[in-house]
Nanobody
Framework: QVQLVESGGGVAQPGGSLRLSCAAS????????MGWARQAPGKGLEWVSG????????GYADSVKGRYTISRDNAKNTVYLQMNSLKPEDTALYYC??????WGQGTQVTVSS
């Protein structure tokens, strides 16, 4: 069955960086577009970024454009989200999405001084 396991979250200072990873299994990873979404405390779900199955095309929400970079390694069945210049408003539970199955548990990112 589809399984997505996120990791790499934590606490960062404003202006800092974190790199999220999502290990995927249970489906043909290289055939699926993948992405990241987030949910901040008390707010709705927000799409953050997406990447084509072959990595040739990426997209970003305006709120993270220029600061976040999505990438993938199809040999490792893993998608990444490099987050730079973090802001307090980036604080959220980050989910990896894709593969046509249930989402993972998410990884918490907290940006605070």
């Amino acid at each position: 069955q589809v399984q997505l396991v996120e990791s790499g979250g934590g606490v960062a200072q404003p202006g800092g960086s974190l790199r999220l990873s999502c290990a995927a299994s249970g489906f043909t990873f290289s055939s699926y577009a993948m992405g990241w979404a987030r949910q901040a405390p008390g707010k709705g779900l927000e799409w953050v970024s997406g990447i084509y199955s072959d990595g040739s095309v990426t997209g970003y929400a305006d709120s993270v454009k220029g600061r976040y970079t999505i990438s993938r390694d199809n040999a490792k069945n893993t998608v990444y989200l490099q987050m730079n210049s973090l802001k307090p408003e980036d604080t959220a539970l980050y989910y990896c999405v894709g593969g046509g199955g249930p989402w993972g548990q998410g990884t918490q990112v907290t940006v605070s001084s």
